[in-house]
């Protein structure tokens, strides 16, 4: 079955760290551009980073700029974002997802993605 599972979801406290992972299952990532994306209750799935399918080309948004970074493993199946100096408002659901034709990062077409993974809690509290 091909799928995305995300990890590395966790409550911590403000100014902690998490590393989110993106592992694919099934096939391998190295011809799709990933991205992160958060959502709330209610609210539109928002893209906070994205890596093409190279890893040449990183965009965040502006909010988690100099916070986050996204990364791809040399083994071509797994993504990451490392998330520093959290605060309370990055508290969402985490959702990583792949795309073979979305080349980012606007417009975001979130049909354009062929894969997304279940999501990961993030939960940032003292």
């Known amino acids: 079955q091909l799928q995305l599972v995300e990890s590395g979801g966790d409550l911590v406290q403000p100014g902690g760290s998490l590393r989110l992972s993106c592992a694919a299952s099934?096939?391998?990532?190295?011809?799709?551009?990933i991205g992160w994306f958060r959502q709330a209750p209610g609210k539109e799935r928002e893209l906070i980073s994205c890596?093409?399918?190279?890893?040449?080309?990183?965009n965040y948004a502006g909010y988690v700029k100099g916070r986050f970074t996204i990364s791809r493993d040399n083994d071509k199946t797994t993504v990451y974002l490392q998330m520093n100096s959290l605060k309370h408002e990055d508290t969402d659901v985490y959702y990583c997802?792949?795309?073979?034709?979305?080349?980012?990062?606007?417009?975001?077409?979130?049909?354009?993605?062929?894969?997304w993974g279940q999501g990961t809690q993030v939960t940032v509290s003292s």
């Open positions: 099934g096939f391998t990532l190295d011809c799709y551009t």
């Open positions: 890596i093409s399918a190279s890893g040449g080309s990183i």
């Open positions: 997802a792949a795309s073979r034709t979305w080349r980012g990062p606007v417009p975001v077409d979130l049909s354009e993605f062929d894969y």
